[in-house]
């Protein structure tokens, strides 16, 4: 190995080039360097995380020059900046997407196989940093690829936890959760910033005096402290020099070993805060869409907020801005009402810690944050109870008490003589135990609010947010929701990608409108033929997954047939096992029946504590094994539950589908984002008019989405003139002998009790109108069925559906949000004249 360092002629600054070329030659040679000189092995004793080490540090060390550039830049001139305030980050892997945003994925896979190595293998090594539930995280890592792709000053602020998501084993067909210890190996990603640390107050009570000069002052006089380390990774644009930073937040005790409790013998309380401290970013809570109110939760939440608006304040320090221009240096974005709870804590930092008075924090905090509402679901609306509330935080509630006295006056203004109205909209819900509601919090303290599809946004403004609507009607926008091609379309996609580009040139993988050209191509044989190839050869890797995972052996000519999302009972993955329960009860009436031959694939994790989601996933793997067994149904149905559904394995799926199931309740799915990553490779979808399903369904035409189900409206209609499930059962015999099959153990060895309670639910409340839309929902399928036996047609409507997937890039969103919300311009990172220079 020659060492290329100081003297070489190639590199004017004072790093050598092996740290920053993009050279094949050169990174081949700063891999073996990691090799020895960071995981200290040689070939002989690598493992092949060894090697993902090696080389996922070689490829950080080409992110560290873009980083310290970007972040040189926006110090010298100040640049207005987006923080994204978000509790989850569901980054997924970070190695593949590092390597195609600098656009070197080819000449590395190159140059690894050139030593012997598989790409693919190393990148199956890196353990993904599972910071999130689903949708809501997995949408904030699309927006901070989009936001440093589209060149935008942001930093995405959470919490480094150091348990993300579970592992989700199945056992005997049911979910087991394990622990996921991510960083076990170390995360090459990551630079601590203890220089950067903060301190964060709990608990304790309020001081109001006089100081020194007469005036009336609140003091916090907390009765616990944990100190905030930030915690930095680079997040790269796509071939831009930009590399953002997403700051992630962990606790722990100012002190980590009390010595006054040590030297009395008390040797478990020496230890003691450090334990209790630490527990704040031990472990996300995994509750998608449903709120628990539990204490560690809020203290998270406070924990992140406070550590990041403590941050914001320094970086506005540091260039020599007054406070008064905060809103002016950050607009803040809230991802849902995880971290509202800011709206009181930046006030409390303005007004007590910098001593601004009440008027001026206040217009300066609502011009700072604006607010997205993901949910129309009430079990996720967010609220303490108030008791709770103030023995954690208790200067915030009297800071809640304050706002909420001004907020109802002018409610009473605008409304008077309105009490019913005071009490619907009062930051605290007083009609039992009394709450703090946090929605209301983050409405009152943010010049925007947005829903993330059109429907979505309409009821909530028609409905839960109503009187807010009424009241701040110009506070309200839409931002329908994006995915980035980047990640799930490029790097999951290659081969799709190679085609698309064939035709049209690369410019689409940043202005996604462009794939509309391929609209051309729909018809043409060879390229359709080509496109089904494609596909063909997606599911035959997906095929061969499940028979190294689940031991099934599935036909990859048979229509995938694939639901994967959190599971949840108003997605109504159960709707889907009814159709399946229907085709099995068809065959085993009429074994002749012609039907086109179906692999069902379902993936997803179901809260630990949700009991009839865990019964569902037990239903779907108690049907797979006595379908998947029947020798009836042989070469026609298959049942696939594929286990721990995350990132990774989300990139394996997308490119295979055939059929996507958007299939919740209209009125319920916010927007969902998965439709919109099927759709993208080339999957039809059968879904409701529901979330951003509605807009999928107009861009892609009506002629190439299976559409099905009660309207939003009818469903409101419906359950208000009293909806009796039991009507359903006792007129569709079809659906009464699936349900029976299910009640009569059929697939539980008999046991008649084990799914009663899913029985039970659908006819006496089925809260999400499974029965109503089961009828709609049969026919449907019926009707893929039958177009997928015309392949021309049916790649015809593939091609159209990615071919019209331009609105749905995180691209869109994110200039959206730029334009309308946020008010902030791009700036463009250069180079030249930085202290370490490219070969
Ligand atoms: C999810 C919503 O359920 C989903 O519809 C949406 O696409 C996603 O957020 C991103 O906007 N927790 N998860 C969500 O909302 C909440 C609350």
Not at 129 to 150: F, H, I, K, M
Request: hydrophobic share 40%.
């Amino acid at each position: 190995l020659q060492y290329n360092s100081f003297e070489d002629p190639r590199c004017e600054g004072y790093l050598e080039d092996g740290r920053t070329g993009m050279s094949p030659s050169t990174l081949k040679r700063a891999f073996l360097n990691n090799l020895f000189y960071v995981q200290g092995k040689f070939k002989a004793l690598a493992t092949p995380n060894d090697y993902y080490m090696a080389l996922a540090y070689a490829i950080r060390d080409r992110l560290l020059q873009r980083w310290i550039n970007t972040a040189a830049i926006y110090t010298a001139q100040g640049s207005r900046t987006v923080a994204y305030f978000s509790a989850e980050f569901l980054m997924g892997p970070h190695l593949g997407n590092n390597l195609i945003n600098l656009d070197i994925y080819k000449d590395v896979e190159k140059g690894i196989a050139e030593m012997g190595l598989n790409l693919g293998e190393l990148l199956e090594q890196e353990e993904e940093p599972g910071l999130g539930n689903g949708g809501l995280g997995r949408l904030a890592a699309c927006y901070l690829d989009s936001l440093a792709t589209l060149e935008i000053p942001s930093l995405g602020y959470g919490i480094r936890y150091e348990f993300g998501i579970f592992d989700q084993e199945i056992e005997d067909g049911w979910q087991v959760e394990i622990t996921d210890k991510w960083l076990r190996f170390g995360n090459p990603w990551e630079i601590a910033r203890p220089e950067w640390a903060v301190e964060v107050k709990l608990g304790g009570h309020t001081d109001h005096y006089v100081d020194d000069h007469g005036r009336y002052r609140i003091r916090w006089v907390p009765d616990q402290q944990v100190t905030g380390i930030p915690y930095d990774t680079p997040i790269l644009g796509c071939q831009t020099n930009t590399a953002n930073t997403l700051r992630l937040w962990t606790a722990e005790a100012p002190e980590s070993f009390n010595f006054n409790a040590f030297n009395s013998g008390d040797y478990l309380g020496a230890v003691y805060e450090k334990v209790v401290s630490e527990n704040i970013s031990k472990v996300l809570y995994p509750n998608d869409d449903s709120s628990q109110g539990k204490k560690l939760r809020l203290t998270q939440q406070y924990f992140f907020v406070s550590c990041s608006l403590q941050d914001m304040i320094r970086i506005l320090v540091g260039q020599e801005l007054p406070l008064e221009k905060f809103h002016e240096k950050f607009a803040v974005q809230l991802n849902d009402t995880h971290p509202a709870i800011a709206v009181a804590e930046l006030m409390r930092l303005l007004i007590d810690m910098h001593h601004m008075s009440w008027d001026s924090a206040w217009s300066i905090t609502q011009r700072t944050f604006a607010y997205t509402n993901h949910t129309l679901l009430p079990e996720a609306l967010e609220r303490w109870p108030v008791e709770l509330f103030g023995s954690l935080l208790p200067r915030h509630l009297e800071i809640i008490y304050e706002l909420n006295d001004r907020f109802l006056d002018e409610v009473r203004i605008k409304f008077p003589e309105d009490d019913s109205r005071l009490s619907r909209m009062s930051l605290i819900d007083e009609s039992g135990e009394r709450y703090v509601r946090m929605a209301h919090l983050a409405c009152v303290g943010s010049h925007a609010i947005n829903g993330v599809a059109a429907l979505h946004t309409e009821l909530l403004k028609q409905d839960v947010l109503y009187d807010f609507y009424q009241m701040y009607p110009g506070k309200f926008q839409n931002k329908t929701n994006g995915v980035t091609p980047r990640r799930f379309m490029v790097l999951s996609n290659p081969a799709l990608t190679e085609l698309v580009t064939s035709k049209i040139g690369d410019t689409w993988i940043k202005n996604l409108g462009e794939l509309q050209k391929l609209e051309a191509w729909a018809d043409n044989p060879e390229f359709q033929q080509q496109w089904r190839q494609i596909k063909q050869a997606n599911k035959q890797e997906l095929a061969a997954y499940i028979q190294k995972h689940n031991g099934i052996i599935v036909d990859p000519n048979s229509i995938f047939d694939i639901l994967a999302k959190r599971f949840h009972e108003y997605k109504r993955q159960y709707l889907d096992l009814l159709h399946i329960v229907t085709l099995y009860n068809r065959i085993k009436a009429n074994p002749d029946i012609e039907i086109t031959p179906r692999t069902f694939i379902f993936g997803g994790k179901a809260a630990p504590g949700y009991f009839m989601a865990k019964l569902i996933i037990k239903l779907i793997n108690s049907v797979a094994d006595v379908i998947n067994r029947d020798p009836d149904v042989r070469g026609r149905l298959k049942v696939v539950f594929l286990k721990n559904y995350n990132v990774k394995l989300a990139q394996r799926i997308y490119p295979a589908a055939d059929l996507s199931e958007q299939i919740s309740t209209a009125g319920k799915e916010a927007s969902g984002t998965g439709n919109m990553k099927f759709a993208l490779n080339g999957a039809l979808t059968i879904g409701t008019l529901d979330g951003a399903n509605v807009e999928i369904r107009e861009e892609v035409g009506a002629e190439n989405f299976f559409l099905f189900g009660l309207t939003a409206e009818q469903v409101y209609a419906k359950r208000a003139s009293g909806y009796n499930p039991m009507e359903y059962y006792n007129s569709n015999a079809e659906l009464r002998l699936a349900l029976d099959r299910i009640a009569s153990g059929f697939f539980s060895h008999g046991d008649t009790e084990l799914f009663k309670p899913l029985v039970d639910s659908l006819l006496h409340h089925d809260q999400y109108f499974l029965l109503a839309d089961y009828q709609s929902y049969i026919d449907c399928q019926e009707q893929v069925g039958l177009a997928y036996r015309d392949q021309d047609r049916w790649t015809h409507m593939s091609i159209l559906n990615a071919a019209r997937m331009g609105k749905f890039s995180s691209d869109r969103s994110i200039q959206d949000y730029c334009r309308e919300i946020w008010k902030v311009e791009p700036v463009t990172i250069t180079l030249e004249n930085s202290e370490v220079t490219d070969s």
